[in-house]
């Protein structure tokens, strides 16, 4: 049997002397071998990148994950897949950065499956992602599961293959149910009330300061939510709307079963017809959680107010 072409190492590091000189390093490889390279980190880690790359930066697309991948269930269809696929003959090198010092404990769940599924997502593609992790920053279970996200860790000592592998273990180890929120605004529907399911969001994010595009946004992202509940989550479903923190929460939930792992994750050709109900959902909120199990699945998508923009 042939070797997986898809490489997923974790990078964990100390400092900004040892991030930049093992980010760089790989990046300098990768032009060297005339491969296409982009990186997605957080900023001021971008910063660092250009700044020890000098001119070689010019050759990179360099991004910005704070913005790009606010949302972890953006990145695979949004940053990843969306340079991997531009270059489909050939061999593709990127670093991704999706879990950082202040990243929310509501975040991170979100996080780890998205580690865990980029394994998924790329299987038997010719395409390198490097993942730094902070040692210094990042509590020691984050740690222990990129041990279990990465079939392959990097570090200071070299290189080695990771014996706690299995990424299916945060994907279900990650699938809980979400705490109960408290004030909020409900309603159950169907067919014929369906539209006042998308009002209702409305209704509630122009009340905490969204308009215009933003707000056309949250109705949109409820529109897909419960209109999927309509056609896969037994024809029913009850919205809950509330502000959490510097947040609006939208939540439909209803009693269908999402099984494919990689739902909401992967591009879709505009010229295939067919639903893209979640990839809209990940695409335009600054978060999703999601909890799944035979007969109830639960869908909650954050959109940050206004004035509070991303870390």
Excluded: K
């Excluded at 919205?239 to 009693?255: G, K, M, Q």
Aim: hydrophobic share 40%; proline share 6%.
């Amino acid at each position: 049997m042939l070797a997986d072409p898809f490489v997923h190492p974790a990078l964990f590091y100390r400092g900004d002397r040892e991030y930049a000189a093992a980010t760089t390093a790989f990046i300098r490889e990768g032009l060297s071998a005339g491969e296409p390279v982009a990186v997605s980190v957080p900023r001021r880690n971008l910063e660092l990148i250009e700044h020890t790359l000098g001119a070689d930066a010019a050759r990179v697309l360099m991004l910005d994950m704070t913005r790009e991948g606010r949302n972890p269930g953006r990145i695979i269809p949004g940053v990843l897949r969306d340079f991997a696929d531009r270059h489909p003959d050939e061999h593709v090198r990127i670093i991704g950065e999706p879990i950082w010092p202040g990243r929310s404990a509501t975040e991170y769940p979100a996080c780890a499956q998205h580690e865990a599924l980029i394994n998924y997502a790329f299987r038997g593609r010719r395409v390198t992602i490097l993942c730094p992790y902070d040692l210094d920053g990042l509590d020691a279970e984050v740690i222990r599961e990129a041990w279990l996200t990465h079939p392959v860790l990097r570090d200071g000592a070299g290189e080695r293959v990771s014996d706690l592998y299995a990424p299916q273990a945060v994907v279900d180890g990650h699938n809980r149910p979400l705490d109960e929120p408290g004030d909020h605004v409900a309603l159950r529907f169907d067919r014929r009330n369906l539209a006042a399911a998308r009002l209702l969001a409305g209704e509630v994010g122009a009340e905490v300061g969204f308009a215009d595009a933003r707000l056309d946004d949250i109705r949109l992202v409820v529109a897909e939510l419960s209109a999927n509940s309509l056609d896969h989550g037994g024809g029913s479903g009850l919205i809950r709307v509330w502000r959490a923190d510097d947040r609006l929460v939208c939540e439909v939930s209803d009693t269908g079963h999402i099984t494919d792992p990689l739902a909401g994750r992967s591009p879709v050709d505009p010229r295939v017809p067919g639903s893209r109900g979640l990839l809209i959902v990940n695409l335009l909120s600054d978060l999703v959680r999601v909890h799944t199990r035979a007969g109830a699945t639960t869908i909650r998508a954050y959109f940050d107010l206004p004035g509070h923009a991303s870390r």
